[in-house]
């Protein structure tokens, strides 16, 4: 039901946006981004075509289900490629909320996707208070919002790899912007030769660091090893994001300031996750229910290769081919690798969009970093830091599917709505006056 909410909070608003798009010219890039949107939802809509019998009974991997309806003495029926059309129905509507936020986003000027971006930052923040109390009451916390009686720190969310993912993006984002400030202060300041402090820019550098040491906090409290791994990298990726194109005494304050973050990171994670990481990173029962659904998901994406079972359909077809010696107590959700689940779900077309969203990407990426209209360094230095975050989340489903859960595919969506180049007025010029980064 909370994703049915979302999804029908969304339509006004994209209504509204796409609505607006006819006044609008936009980039190459924007262009490109929906058209892979559009490509997606098209193999879903396919998936959901009713063939004859003649037709489908063809299809790969069918062929027990067909014998099924002849041992029931039942002719057999136009059925489409999907073997659970309802999950694939409700695959396509899942797209609703990323395609309304990318939409939205690039049709926002430079002032208000900061303002967008600090809505994010502030309510990874307000998740990780979540945690914290999580922490505090223990099991029985009245904000345990999906599983009551857990123990893990998950603020809103349901899984702790979700809750880390949300947060090392916003990682990225934070760092990326603090620094960004701060070298942007630091020219202004030598330009003028003023040494009167700024107080705007003094509280939005101490709102950005104090930002960064609670998202920080929220991924050792989380204790997820990707979140861990993918939180030192978006540190890195912030600084060499940031610093290209500073030197001297401007480049030695955030230099000193990186190793700080990384030496806090350091300091949080030994009084929490020391021992229990440790102990993890050598493997335990999810490893090994990971690598045994893996291993058999592997073997069935070649048994419906190329046309695929259907987007939403790995629980029933998974559980169709499990046996006694491969199963587990529990109930397998996900592969807990993206990769293989497309190749199930989508076939071949799945992989052939997974190249053409890899693909823009890398123009995404290109584009912010040779694009020469931003207003000031702290624009470009997001726009650059947006565009990289999406290959962060990429990597991390290799092991679980952070890209399933709403908020942090609204998240993703954000991001690359403001790595685009912002739409312009048909006739009327740029929303925002370029300057010289």
């Known amino acids: 039901m909370s994703d049915v909410i979302a999804e029908a909070l969304c339509l006004p608003l994209l209504i509204a946006a796409c609505w607006r798009l006819r006044e609008q010219a936009s980039s190459l890039t924007f262009r490109l981004g929906l058209a892979v949107v559009a490509l997606i939802a098209t193999l879903a809509l396919a998936q959901l075509v009713h063939l004859p019998p003649t037709l489908w009974t063809t299809l790969p991997g069918r062929e027990p289900l067909a014998e099924a309806y002849r041992l029931a003495g039942t002719d057999l029926p136009w059925m489409g490629v999907s073997l659970a059309p309802v999950a694939t129905r409700q695959s396509l509507l899942s797209l609703l909320p990323p395609l309304t936020v990318f939409v939205t986003a690039a049709q926002l000027d430079f002032k208000q996707r900061r303002q967008a971006l600090m809505c994010l930052i502030v309510f990874a923040c307000l ?63 030598s330009a003028a030769r003023k040494e009167q402090p700024n107080l705007a820019r003094f509280l939005l550098l101490g709102g950005l660091f104090a930002a960064l040491a609670t998202l920080l906090l929220g991924i050792v409290l989380a204790q997820s090893r990707a979140g861990f791994g993918f939180g030192i990298m978006a540190i890195f990726a912030a600084f060499a994001i940031t610093l290209p194109g500073t030197t001297g005494s401007v480049a030695r304050r955030p230099a000193v300031l990186m190793a700080l973050a990384v030496i806090l990171f350091g300091v949080l994670s030994v009084n929490y996750v020391l021992y229990d990481t440790l102990s993890r990173l050598q493997g335990g029962l999810a490893d090994n229910i990971r690598e045994r659904v893996a291993a058999l998901t592997k073997p069935l994406v ?136």
């Open 302 to 437: 070649f048994d419906y290769f190329p046309v695929g079972t259907g987007f939403g359909s790995f629980v029933p077809v998974y559980e169709a081919h499990e046996q006694i010696a491969s199963s587990f107590y529990g109930r397998v959700n996900r592969a807990h690798n993206e990769f293989l689940e497309w190749g199930l779900e989508g076939g071949l077309a799945a992989y052939v969009l997974l190249a053409a969203g890899l693909a823009w990407l890398v123009l995404a990426n290109v584009t912010a970093w040779r694009r020469k209209d931003y207003p000031g360094l702290v624009d470009a230095r997001l726009a650059r830091g947006c565009a990289f975050a999406p290959i962060l989340l990429l990597a991390h489903s290799y092991v679980d599917y952070p890209l399933r859960t709403i908020a942090v595919m609204g998240a993703v969506a954000l991001c690359a709505g403001v790595s685009v180049e912002p739409l312009r007025r048909v006739g009327g010029g740029a929303r925002t006056a370029p300057a010289a980064t």
């Open 127 to 189: 998740s990780v208070v979540v945690g914290l109390l999580q922490s505090v009451q223990g099991p029985a916390s009245p904000l345990r919002f999906h599983h009551p009686g857990e123990t893990e720190i998950v603020g809103f969310f349901a899984n702790r790899n979700h809750f880390a993912a949300l947060l090392y993006v916003c990682v990225l984002i934070v760092g990326a912007w603090g620094l960004a400030a701060l070298i942007e202060g630091k020219k202004s300041r």
